[in-house]
């Protein structure tokens, strides 16, 4: 599994022969790349409908969507999208299979109105666990699992579920503060989740999330976690097969 961090949420994971791009948007400090510069993905998963996620969804819009059926059905009509998971998306806890990859979806507190206005509710915030195995209670020490958390504050959920039935292990976690997790509440979901390895992201993006990320690396210390915490580079590939 190879996890390319954009910026912001924007990741892009490859499982196998599959491309997934998660939360599009490349108007951040982060990444020297436009959608234009990557190839249409196979998915896209949408965490939730806030602008800082949504705002290049429709450069992909021949990807398969994954998202809740609230938010699948507006970026049907607002980005084109013609194809979602099952017909018209998927819904908190459910597995759905995407390509060599499986897709869980776990919720994420925080708000989910679209686009900058909020005009709309769009169902409930998400994050992703994508793994290369189907999750089960047998544990399976060769399978590769990542948890995208989506924006988010922490989640006892995440101490008592997503680490020890979903099995993440590595994580990219919200650390830039006021709209979600900052540092030392960031190290403590690191803890919880009890994954080998931490991504930093949701900072630097605008004033408010500014933060040193130094920080975070501090606070996951501070916790006695053996996670280890890698703050990349925009558009800096982490391969989690390799640890590197």
Partial sequence: MELTWHGHSTWHVTVGSTDLLIDPFFDNPKTDLSPA??????????THGHADHIGHAGAFSDATLVAVPELAAYAEEEFGFDDAVGGMGMNLGGTVECGDAF???????????IETDYEYSAGPPAGFVVSDT??????????????????????????????PFLEPDAAALPVGDHFTMGPMQGAIAADWLNVDHVFPMHYDTFPPIEIDPQDFVDEVAATG???????????ETFDLSEGY
Wanted: proline residues 3%; charged residues 30%.
């Fill in 37 to 46: 510069d990557l190839d249409t993905p196979d998915y896209v998963l949408l």
């Fill in 103 to 113: 897709v869980t979806m776990h919720r994420a507190d925080h708000t989910n109105g």
């Fill in 134 to 163: 189907k999750p089960t209670q047998v544990e399976d020490e060769e399978s590769e699992t990542f948890y995208h958390a989506g924006d988010t504050g922490l989640m006892t959920e995440m101490r008592d579920v997503i680490g």
């Fill in 225 to 235: 976690s053996d996670a280890e915490v890698h703050v990349l580079d925009g558009d």
